[in-house]
């Protein structure tokens, strides 16, 4: 009888000392979803730049800030305009949470005359999928 106290004692031991460090949860891993890497908020400085009165035939851009204010990574998957007068460019590499990224946008005035509004559309995998950017501008034709 006294060995068979004696083997699990040991077994009861050895068990104890193989659970020291946990945290006593099952699996610490196993809360955590596939794909569950937060959300991603796009916050711009500004949607709308005003270039003001502007010469007819002036290439003119301005670069739009924003910052991922989320948790998840910010991915801008693509940029597009209401007209081919005016050209997007950003980078395509993820922006962590807390990062700054840039969309510059390029305006060619060329043919173009009074007043002017034009629309470039950001879709990204923010909370808030589409945002709009607007620039304006009074193109004066010295003719």
Do not use: W
């Not at 020291?20 to 959300?39: F, H, I, L």
């Not at 007209?83 to 922006?95: A, E, F, Q, S």
């Amino acid at each position: 009888m006294k060995t068979n106290l004696s083997i699990y004692l040991i077994i009861l031991i050895l068990s104890v000392a193989g659970c020291t460090g946990r945290t006593g949860k099952v699996n610490d891993s196993a809360n955590v979803q596939p794909g569950d890497t937060g959300k991603a908020v796009i916050t711009f400085k500004e949607i709308i730049h005003d270039f003001g009165k502007v010469n007819e035939g002036e290439k003119v851009g301005c670069i739009f800030s924003f910052k991922n204010t989320g948790t998840g990574s910010l991915l801008v998957n693509s940029t597009t305009t209401s007209c081919g007068c005016t050209v997007p460019k950003y980078n395509r590499k993820p922006i962590g949470p807390g990062s700054e990224g840039t969309i510059e946008v390029v305006f060619d005035t060329s043919g173009r005359n009074g007043a002017q509004t034009k629309t470039i559309t950001v879709q990204s995998n923010a909370v808030t999928p589409v945002v709009l950017l607007h620039i304006k501008a009074e193109v004066i034709n010295n003719n």
